[in-house]
């Protein structure tokens, strides 16, 4: 285009903003302002649904003409709507300045790009409010009139709760749902609900900062309904502490809102990790390098006198593998715990890499891939680093839970290396895996690799006949702890229940598996031992809930290999573990990682659960010379 719009270039510390004109013609027009930030006027930021592919709309700033996508240009009518003078007088929005990405910044200059997103912090938290902008292709007042029913039933229960963990932690039933008065199933606002979550906004690993860091309630504009960002973020914490986030039939994306309402709660103190963690499977974005860049207004990281370390600094001319190892490396260093290795490159074969959207050369398998998956969270493997929620004053930092403690509690301890694709780590061989039942290549239906058929039921009855092979010299009631423990990872506590418990209910299931017909089924080694595994489930089982026990191993197990090692333990770990793999114990790191043996290093092949290897036994056994520190370099 001849007159095309032309970017002058834009001064440090300053911003554009955009004052869309009133007119009643279709044809959009306005004025771009070039203003240092502190001098801005008030302003509101929009948060939309980043158009890629479809830019042929043509607007008008400054008598020059830009292209953006259809969304944005009815979004930018609904703004000039806003801010016409006879707008309707109740409106309380009144819309004259606004920052938009896609027009305040000049995307084809990357310079200015990376510039200007070390500034998001800043833009999004001087506006006076985010605005979001939904554009559903259907009627959606069913949608939310239904959140607003979740809402009032949040609110009668809990009228004082001002953090997630004020809301009473549940497991889902369906006469806890009769009794709550919301719609049954077949309710036609439950399909509305899943529709409206459909769009392509609640992914968007960007939205995160600009709902965070809005001064006032964001409000969505969502076609001719306005609703208030807080009364959903309420509604989807109150589904999930009630288990309404775990159920197949609900959107996904509702994590995503949850998990937002709780930055935006305590937005002060979250460390890039646990931010990486918390939203990498959940969000997407069309630059790889943004699922690091979009978070850095919120990190703790980013708000030292010091500014931005030099390894985060956002820059578009690294490719993606450069940008996430340089911010691995600095999370390794800056933290000395190995809790950022989850959900890592890992080794070819692996579901976890299968499921990634692309494959990134040259990405080292020892770094965390934040890639986007190409499956929801469900169908994600969980992690084995978590985020305790802690409070507003306290650091939401990732890390691992009190009872994963492989190693002492101790920092991790590094080696230098020229090459930075490489992490040479100081750690103990505790063990080797001589037997792997691997996860099934077609899972059971709804994503599960074992379930409540006792009847039919192969991975478990794989799990149990590798596992007995470690029976022999043991006593049963150990043996069956171990194998509880390890298939459930020891997350007892997400059920709301004991340790103790936990046994009880994984002996009931147990006993039910191995009750059921046909025997022909049973491995010779496992049949060797029925009688006695028989008996001593019947007294273990007793006031067991097998169905609580079949819920945690699902988790846990889902997409995870199980394995017996040398010296007779049992553990869970990456799907692409197999017999010969190294059972390594890290200085810094709560769980045992699995390695190879590759070259003169080792491909890292990922986090591992190994009972008998949680509570710093591999440790006290380097303490004792039984076992030798060495330098693993990680490729």
Excluded at 234 to 258: F, K, T
Excluded at 433 to 462: A, T
Excluded at 480 to 485: A, F, G, L, R, T
Aim: one cysteine or more; a negative charge.
């Amino acid at each position: 285009m001849s007159n095309a719009l032309v970017y002058d270039r834009l001064p440090p510390g300053n911003i554009r903003l955009l004052y869309i004109k009133s007119n009643y013609s279709d044809v959009i027009s306005g004025h771009l302002m070039t203003i240092p930030l502190d001098d801005a006027p008030p302003y509101f930021a929009l948060s939309y649904r980043w158009e890629t592919h479809k830019q042929d709309t043509r607007i008008h700033i400054d008598g020059l003409t830009l292209l953006v996508g259809p969304s944005l240009a009815n979004a930018l009518r609904r703004l000039r709507e806003l801010g016409e003078q006879n707008a309707d007088p109740n409106e309380e929005i009144c819309v004259k300045w606004a920052w938009i990405d896609r027009i305040c910044i000049n995307q084809d200059d990357i310079q200015e790009r990376s510039h200007q997103v070390q500034c998001m912090r800043l833009i999004y938290s001087h506006a006076i409010r985010t605005l979001i902008w939904l554009e559903p292709s259907f009627e959606t007042s069913l949608a939310w009139q239904l959140i607003d029913q979740i809402f009032n039933v949040f609110r009668k229960e809990n009228p004082c709760a001002r953090y997630i963990t004020d809301i009473p932690f549940r497991m889902y039933s369906d006469r806890n749902h009769r009794d709550y008065g919301l719609p049954e199933w077949h309710d036609i606002s439950w399909e509305s609900l899943r529709r409206l979550f459909l769009q392509s906004w609640f992914t968007r690993v960007w939205i995160i900062q600009e709902v965070v860091l809005s001064q006032e309630d964001p409000v969505i504009f969502c076609g001719p309904f306005k609703y208030p960002w807080n009364r959903l973020a309420w509604a989807a914490s109150w589904m999930r502490r009630n288990g309404y986030l775990r159920l197949p039939h609900i959107p996904n994306e509702l994590q995503n809102v949850d998990v937002i309402a709780n930055i935006r709660r305590c937005p002060d103190n979250w460390q890039l990790d646990a931010l990486l963690v918390a939203t990498s499977v959940k969000c997407h974005a069309t630059d790889q390098r943004d699922k690091v860049y979009a978070l850095l207004g919120l990190a703790i990281e980013s708000k030292t006198s010091r500014g931005i370390p030099n390894d985060l600094i956002p820059d578009y001319g690294l490719e993606v593998w450069q940008v996430y190892t340089n911010v691995a490396r600095f999370l390794l260093r800056e933290y000395k715990t190995l809790s950022s290795l989850t959900r890592t490159t890992g080794v070819i074969g692996d579901e976890s890499r299968n499921q990634r959207q692309q494959e990134i050369c040259r990405l080292p398998s020892w770094v965390p891939n934040w890639c986007d998956f190409t499956v929801v969270e469900r169908a994600v493997v969980k992690s084995l680093s978590w985020v305790p929620f802690s409070g507003k004053t306290e650091v939401q930092a990732l890390g691992f839970h009190k009872l994963y403690n492989a190693s002492a509690g101790l920092c991790a301890d590094f080696a230098d290396s020229v090459d930075p694709s490489i992490l040479r780590l100081v750690g103990l061989k505790a063990d080797l895996v001589v037997k792997v039942v691997h996860p099934e290549v077609e899972p059971q239906p709804n994503g599960l690799q074992f379930h409540e058929d006792y009847e039919h039921c192969p991975p478990m009855v794989s799990m149990l006949s590798i596992a007995v092979s470690i029976l022999a010299g043991k006593a049963t009631t150990e043996w069956i702890e171990s194998y509880i423990k390890a298939t459930t990872a020891e997350q007892y506590y997400l059920s709301g229940t004991t340790a103790q418990q936990t046994v009880k209910d994984g002996s009931a299931y147990l006993l039910r598996l191995l009750s059921c017909p046909p025997k022909q089924h049973l491995s010779p080694i496992l049949s060797k031992y029925f009688q006695a595994l028989m008996g001593t489930l019947q007294s273990m089982s007793i006031g067991g809930y097998p169905e609580l026990y079949a819920a945690l191993a699902r988790n846990f197990c889902f997409n995870r290999s199980f394995f017996v090692t040398w010296s007779g333990k049992m553990g869970i770990g990456p799907s692409a573990t197999r017999e010969g793999d190294h059972v390594a114990v890290m200085l810094g790191g709560g769980v045992p990682y699995v390695l190879r043996e590759e070259g003169k290093g080792y491909a890292f092949v990922g986090e591992s659960f190994v009972h008998g290897l949680m509570n710093s036994e591999a440790i006290e056994a380097w303490k004792k010379g039984e076992l030798l520190e060495e330098v693993m370099e990680l490729h």
